[in-house]
Nanobody, 114 residues
Framework: VQLQASGGGLVQAGGSLRLSCAAS????????MGWYRQAPGKQRELVATTTSGGGTDYVNSVKGRFTISRDNAENTVYLQMNTLKPEDTAVYYC?????????WGQGTQVTVSS
């Protein structure tokens, strides 16, 4: 499984960004896809996940502002981020899980200015 993330950038507080992550390879094995982020000096944290059955989960700090969605036809997972805050600044990583393990895309930088 290979993951290609895109969509990061610089935005002012209150703005929006949409991240995309395209999966290729043995995608039929993927069960869960999600987004993690890592801010400078902090551990990587889970932001949002979506399962093959359509279930979603979010870290409390982004609930009501971020939406994760999955386009199975395009093998792509999206993270719509609204009402961004400076504390959302981080490198965001796409993740996929199958029965063999975890897969990571390259990070994409999201910077929110105050």
């Amino acid at each position: 499984v290979q993951l290609q993330a895109s969509g990061g950038g610089l935005v002012q507080a209150g703005g929006s960004l949409r991240l995309s992550c395209a999966a290729s390879g043995a995608i039929f094995r993927i069960t869960t896809m999600g987004w993690y982020r890592q801010a400078p000096g902090k551990q990587r944290e889970l932001v949002a996940t979506t399962t093959s059955g359509g279930g979603t989960d979010y870290v409390n700090s982004v609930k009501g502002r971020f939406t994760i969605s999955r386009d199975n036809a395009e093998n792509t997972v999206y993270l719509q981020m609204n009402t961004l805050k400076p504390e959302d600044t981080a490198v965001y990583y796409c993740n996929a899980v199958d029965r063999f393990g975890n897969y990571w895309g390259q990070g994409t930088q999201v910077t929110v200015s105050s």
